[in-house]
T-cell receptor, first 113, second 110 residues
Framework: NAGVTQTPKFQVLKTGQSMTLQCAQD?????MYWYRQDPGMGLRLIYY???????DKGEVPNGYNVSRLNKREFSLRLESAAPSQTSVYFC????????????FGPGTRLTVL | TQLLEQSPQFLSIQEGENLTVYCNSS?????LQWYRQEPGEGPVLLVT?????EVKKLKRLTFQFGDARKDSSLHITAAQPGDTGLYLC??????????FGAGTTVTVRA
C-alpha cells in the first residue's frame, strides 16, 4: 500500500503561472482534503471532498480550485499563482469523517517568485 | 483566526526531562486528535480522545481531554531525542473537517 501520494514534491513557479497538484490514495477512503502549511500557522484547510462527486470550500479557498476526479484522486489547481501561495501543500484522506484518522501525503513544497 | 490555541509554540528540553503541551479553545469539540509531524513528512496520528475527562496513555505519552471538551494536553515523561517533532492538535468541526492548532515544536537534546 502506497497510502497517500502527491506529485510533484517540489515546484517553483513565476507569478501568474498555473499548475495542478496531484493527489491519489489507495485506501478506498471516501473523504479527501487539501491543506496548506505555513510557519506558525499550522495546517489550514483549502478544500475538501466528503465523498466522490462533492467538493466544498475550507478556510482559505481563494485562488484555488479542486477536482475530485474519482474516488482515488483529488487535484488542486492554482490558476494564476501569487507569491502569497508559496507554502507546503498536503493532501490527506480519511475513511469517512468524525473520529476517523486522517492520513497525509508527504507534501509538495511550492515557491512562487 | 484559529479555533485551537497551542502553547508553548517552541519547547527545548534535555533528554530525560518531562514536558507538557497545551491545546485550548472556547469551542466544544466532539473529538480531538493529536498528530506528530517530522521534518519533510506529513503529520501522523498519535491519538483520538472523545469523552470529556478522558485520559489515554501511549507508552511515555499521556493525553487528556478536558471535562468540558474545550481543551487538551499532551504530557511526555522522560523525553527522548526521538520525541523531537512538531505536535499538532486538531478538533472535529462538523462531520468531515478538522481545525488544527498552530503546533508546538519540541526539541529534545541528547
Amino acid at each position: 500500500n502506497a497510502g497517500v501520494t502527491q506529485t510533484p514534491k517540489f515546484q517553483v513557479l513565476k507569478t501568474g503561472q498555473s499548475m495542478t497538484l496531484q493527489c491519489a490514495q489507495d485506501m478506498n477512503h471516501n473523504s479527501m482534503y487539501w491543506y496548506r502549511q505555513d510557519p506558525g500557522m499550522g495546517l489550514r484547510l483549502i478544500y475538501y471532498s466528503a465523498s466522490e462527486g462533492t467538493t466544498d470550500k475550507g478556510e482559505v479557498p481563494n485562488g484555488y480550485n479542486v477536482s475530485r476526479l474519482n474516488k482515488r484522486e483529488f487535484s488542486l489547481r492554482l490558476e494564476s499563482a501569487a507569491p502569497s501561495q508559496t507554502s507546503v501543500y498536503f493532501c490527506a484522506s480519511r475513511l469517512a469523517g468524525g473520529r476517523d484518522e486522517q492520513f497525509f501525503g508527504p507534501g509538495t513544497r511550492l515557491t512562487v517568485l | 483566526t484559529q479555533l485551537l490555541e497551542q502553547s508553548p509554540q517552541f519547547l527545548s528540553i534535555q533528554e530525560g526531562e518531562n514536558l507538557t503541551v497545551y491545546c485550548n479553545s472556547s469551542s466544544v469539540f466532539s473529538s480531538l486528535q493529536w498528530y506528530r509531524q517530522e521534518p519533510g513528512e506529513g503529520p501522523v496520528l498519535l491519538v483520538t480522545v472523545v469523552t470529556g475527562g478522558e485520559v489515554k496513555k501511549l507508552k511515555r505519552l499521556t493525553f487528556q481531554f478536558g471535562d468540558a471538551r474545550k481543551d487538551s494536553s499532551l504530557h511526555i515523561t522522560a523525553a527522548q531525542p526521538g520525541d523531537t517533532g512538531l505536535y499538532l492538535c486538531a478538533g472535529a468541526v462538523g462531520d468531515y473537517k478538522l481545525s488544527f492548532g498552530a503546533g508546538t515544536t519540541v526539541t529534545v537534546r541528547a
